[in-house]
């Protein structure tokens, strides 16, 4: 039989950086708390948790390297929401975002977990940020306790 390998879900003493744009705040907000939720669920003490709010969306990678390099953080969150306007800005920031946030990981060797919401209208953000469908943040925090097991494990 092959071996099988397997993430926990339990943050218990893992470290966590969150990385959170101010910018569209009514989401962002949203999208911490559902972050915030995960890790203390599956076993993350509060003291092992640093939230970092920056400017806007595409100011999120700048600081996500600074923490994934910093060695003291097992995993660094990404959230915020970019919501499409009447300009291609949306395209250009939510591409240069996504691949930055995936460089990032794949140099620091830890989780760099991209919950960014990219949505066209504003009741889309609102949606994913824990009304229809459930919350991203959360989400994003389960994906990075999962990966630091994973991560363990291999």
Avoid at 85 to 91: I, K, L, Q, W
Wanted: net charge neutral; charged share 20%.
């Amino acid at each position: 039989m092959a071996r099988t390998i397997q993430g926990k879900l339990d943050a218990r003493g893992s470290r966590f950086a969150i990385v959170i744009s101010r910018f569209n705040s009514l989401i962002s907000e949203r999208l911490l708390s559902g972050a915030l939720d995960a890790l203390e669920r599956h076993g993350a003490s509060p003291d092992d948790i640093t939230v970092v709010w920056v400017p806007g969306s595409f100011e999120i990678p700048t600081i996500a390297k600074k923490l994934a390099l910093s060695q003291k953080y097992d995993a660094v969150v990404c959230l915020g929401a970019l919501i499409r306007g009447e300009t291609p800005h949306f395209d250009h920031l939510s591409s240069a975002v996504t691949k930055e946030l995936g460089q990032i990981g794949l140099e620091a060797g830890i989780p760099v977990i991209n919950g960014v919401l990219t949505c066209n209208t504003m009741e889309q953000a609102v949606d994913r940020a824990g009304l229809k469908t459930g919350n991203k943040g959360f989400d994003a925090s389960m994906a990075a306790i999962e990966m630091i097991e994973l991560i363990k494990q291999l």
